[in-house]
């Protein structure tokens, strides 16, 4: 009889990029009309990387793959998988055939997939689906996001909440399932709230044929919607994926959602009761990275020794779609 194939999940590895700039709070009143404090009492941040002209998204999603994939004491060509999530390619036919290419991934497939904010958690648990069939058993999920591409730094609203980062994790396959539960929502209803949106010019060929030939503006956002969107729905879609996994919020180690607004992580980890010493928050040294802020944060907690095999992780990213998700998982091969 042949040996079935393991189709449990685990996370086996965290990695991530160094950025070359950075952006503080004070350097931003240069450009807008703000300052440190104003920022800080508003989002939690006082500062942010930012990529310089001659990092590209493949190169800052390919060091923190490769962080990643040492972490879990693989070769890349032990990879057989790499999910991209960004929003921001280098080329909009795909970034992640570039990645497997820096690495020499040579043995892996390689595609990009968009949701904003919530890009991680939907990459997690899209991958997470290709070792449970008993497909892949080696993937590497990359989110990464050079949004200061799309800024208006002329915006005070905007400009002093982004920042650009890269974050990875490995994930294995294994006897026991450690991915305990998951959620996932959209409501496109709500695009509006926050977008990078495509601004269509006419350009006429021919007398009877017209097509558009514009460009992506900056990104807007209605911040206080955001807000009461973020507030209600990241907490409810936790208890639900809790809820599936036949757990309560009392089991959680950490409490690790997309790095946007320090209010919004306060408010969250208080309706669910967790309390402040198992949130995990580094918004204050990067910004909101979009894809990259929960991988980021993870690998930084990692390294630090904080996250140890076995703890109970509970993380959600939520933001432009509107899309919004939450994943329960346990980290390491901890039996």
């Known amino acids: 009889m042949l040996n079935q194939p393991k189709t449990g999940v685990s996370v086996v590895g965290s990695g991530s990029a160094r950025l070359s700039s950075r952006l503080a709070n004070d350097d931003l009143s240069r450009l807008v009309e703000t300052d440190d404090e104003w920022i800080a009492s508003r989002t939690g941040i006082r500062s ?21 994939i040492a972490m879990a004491g693989l070769a890349p060509t032990d990879i057989q998988l790499i999910i991209l999530a960004t929003s921001t390619p280098d080329d909009l036919f795909g970034t992640a055939s570039q990645v497997q290419a820096e690495l020499g991934a040579v043995h892996a497939a390689a595609f990009d997939l968009t949701a904003a904010c919530s890009g991680f958690v939907f990459a997690l648990v899209t991958a997470s689906q290709f070792i449970r069939t008993g497909t892949y058993q080696n993937i590497l999920v990359i989110g990464a996001d050079i949004l200061s591409r799309w800024v208006d730094w002329s915006d005070r609203r905007t400009c002093v909440l982004f920042g650009d980062g890269a974050g990875a994790v490995v994930l294995q396959s294994c006897d026991r399932d450690r991915l305990l539960g998951f959620e996932l929502c959209s409501d496109g209803s709500m695009n509006s709230c926050l977008n990078l949106s495509y601004a269509p010019e006419p350009q006429s060929l021919i007398d009877e044929v017209t097509v558009q030939q514009g460009t992506f503006q900056p990104i ?36 690790l959602l997309h790095q946007a607004n320090q209010r919004i992580l306060d408010a969250v980890a208080n309706r669910l009761k967790v309390p ?14 979009s894809a990259a802020s929960i991988p980021l944060a993870l690998d930084e907690t990692v390294r630090a020794g904080k996250i140890q095999p076995g703890d109970i992780i509970a993380t959600s990213g939520f933001g432009a779609g509107l899309t919004w998700g939450a994943a329960i998982f346990e980290w390491g091969n901890a039996d």
Not at 221 to 239: D, L, T
Not at 283 to 288: E, F, L, R, W
């Open 48 to 68: 942010r990387n930012l990529a310089g002209a001659e990092e590209s998204l493949r190169s800052l999603a390919a060091e923190a793959g490769r962080n990643a």
């Open 276 to 289: 402040s010493e198992r949130v995990i928050s580094n918004m204050a040294q990067h910004g909101n990275t």
């Open 220 to 255: 807007t956002m209605n911040g206080r919607e955001v807000y009461k969107f973020a507030v209600s729905r990241v907490p409810e879609v936790i208890e639900k994926a809790l809820f599936r996994a036949s757990l309560t919020a009392e089991n959680i180690d950490w409490l």
